[in-house]
């Protein structure tokens, strides 16, 4: 064996003992219904690498990843161009992470990896919540006649847990018909008042969270697939973030950057600081 150290490609300060880890973060390198830019399959990737260029102490919270024990799984390799295999593989990976008692974190990817992992997830949880943050409703019926789009994800997510426990933070964009779905079901969330009396519901209740990161504005999240201008600045998304803290969040993803769009790499570190962020708000 050579005795020159060599980097790891995993995350920064992550544990290589699986039992020991309370979560486990998982790529999934996938974009196959990606509707406008495709890319995101190269994120996981990107994103492992520029962990080892921010801190691991967070200010905000007053936490080190030090302070924690998380496990890097890797990417799932996915049969290129075959969605259903791709959706089975993730189920499968969520259902087995879960029989561990370990937390599953989603480094998307476009954002209908969601989908079967909340599958998997409703076959543990009962009552299970989603927050979602986002800039598009993602609630279509179909999309060019897709059901499994990452249009459609929360759409498919609402037929497993039901509307009524569904949060939407962040959007700013879709159809009527989803506007309408979203007024009539209470999925919105405008204010931060209005989340802090939607969370007095959700007192010991698994939650699940799931951010996109178009979510952001463009002018700072230029590398994502479908920008969406009048988007939340940095520090305005962990301000919502740092709301969720005292819930029982059962697992959580990121999912939708495309880095290659954003050359100068602040779009990728962005992302990073975020998954960090999530990281020690579930742990």
């Not at 509707?35 to 936490?63: C, H, M, N, V």
């Not at 029989?99 to 974190?105: D, I, P």
């Not at 999309?143 to 994800?153: D, G, I, M, Q, R």
Request: net charge negative; hydrophobic share 35%.
């Amino acid at each position: 064996m050579l005795s020159v150290p060599f980097l790891p490609r995993n995350w920064t300060n992550s544990t290589d003992n699986f039992n020991e880890a309370n979560t486990v973060i998982v790529g999934l390198p996938y974009d196959g219904t990606c509707s406008y830019r495709p890319g995101t399959r190269f994120a996981p990737e990107l994103i492992r690498i520029a962990s080892y260029g921010i801190e691991t102490y967070s200010p905000i919270q007053d936490k080190d990843l030090d302070d924690i024990k998380f496990y890097d799984a890797g990417e799932i390799e996915f049969q290129l161009g075959n969605r259903e295999d791709t959706l089975k593989k993730i189920e499968i990976a969520a259902e087995e992470t879960l029989s561990f008692n370990k937390k599953w974190l989603g480094v998307g990817g476009e954002h209908l990896v969601t989908y079967p992992v909340m599958k998997a997830y409703a076959k543990k949880f009962s009552d299970l919540h989603v927050i979602h943050f986002d800039a598009h409703t993602d609630l279509r019926e179909d999309y060019l006649n897709e059901k499994l789009s990452h249009a459609c994800v929360m759409k498919r997510v609402c037929e497993i847990i039901t509307p009524d426990n569904l949060i939407q933070i962040g959007i700013r964009s879709g159809t009527p018909e989803e506007f309408k779905f979203m007024k009539e079901n209470n999925t919105l969330v405008k204010t931060q008042e209005s989340l802090k009396q939607r969370l007095k519901f959700l007192e010991n209740k698994p939650v699940f969270l799931s951010v996109d990161l178009d979510v952001l504005d463009p002018s700072l999240m230029s590398g994502t697939g479908t920008p969406e201008p009048g988007g939340m600045t940095y520090n305005e998304l962990i301000s919502w973030l740092m709301l969720l803290k005292n819930l029982n969040i059962v697992g959580a993803d990121v999912v939708e950057l495309s880095p290659h769009y954003d050359p100068s790499g602040v779009s990728t570190v962005t992302a990073t600081k975020i998954i960090r962020e999530v990281l020690l708000l579930i742990n």
